[in-house]
């Protein structure tokens, strides 16, 4: 009973921890580009899908995020299982995401909400589907957290 306990605490914790935000970096490529982008908050905000075509091997999608900067041009942020700030030194993605998926809801105080469906890799070749919800936040210098990953 004990072992079955922490198997689910274990299995919470790396739940909660499957999406994070961290720079672009070299995933701001266009021959990364996996699918249609798509648009929101008439346009200011675009978000796409990326493939690394398989580095690593099970978890090559992340999702970018675009917000205008304050002067010219835009900001990009990338939403990653693993970001590239995180100890593992580089990003680690989703073993697939779903763009078209992207459900969305506006909060004038607290910014645009994105639904985003992926799914994290499994031994079996399968996907855990999850959900991540990233809030984006055009006041100020602007913002991209998750708020939560399940």
Not at 16 to 42: K, M, S, W
Not at 102 to 110: L, S
Request: net charge negative; with cysteine.
């Amino acid at each position: 009973m004990k072992q079955g306990l922490l198997l689910l605490m274990l299995w919470a914790v790396a739940v909660v921890q499957a999406a994070e935000v961290g720079p672009c970096g070299d995933l701001n490529r266009i021959d990364f580009l996996a699918g249609n982008p798509r648009t929101f908050a008439n346009g200011s905000i675009r978000v796409a899908a990326v493939d690394t075509y398989g580095e690593p091997v099970c978890c090559s999608y992340h999702l970018l995020v675009f917000i205008p900067e304050q002067e010219i041009g835009s900001q990009c942020f990338a939403v990653s299982q693993e970001s590239a700030s995180s100890e593992a030194g580089s990003a680690r993605g989703f073993f697939s995401l779903n763009v078209e998926g992207i459900q969305a809801n506006y909060d004038p105080e607290r910014g645009l909400l994105l639904k985003v469906p992926y799914s994290l890799y499994e031994e079996s070749g399968k996907g855990v589907p999850g959900t991540a919800l990233v809030r984006i936040n055009q006041k100020g210098s602007g913002s991209v957290t998750v708020e939560r990953a399940r």
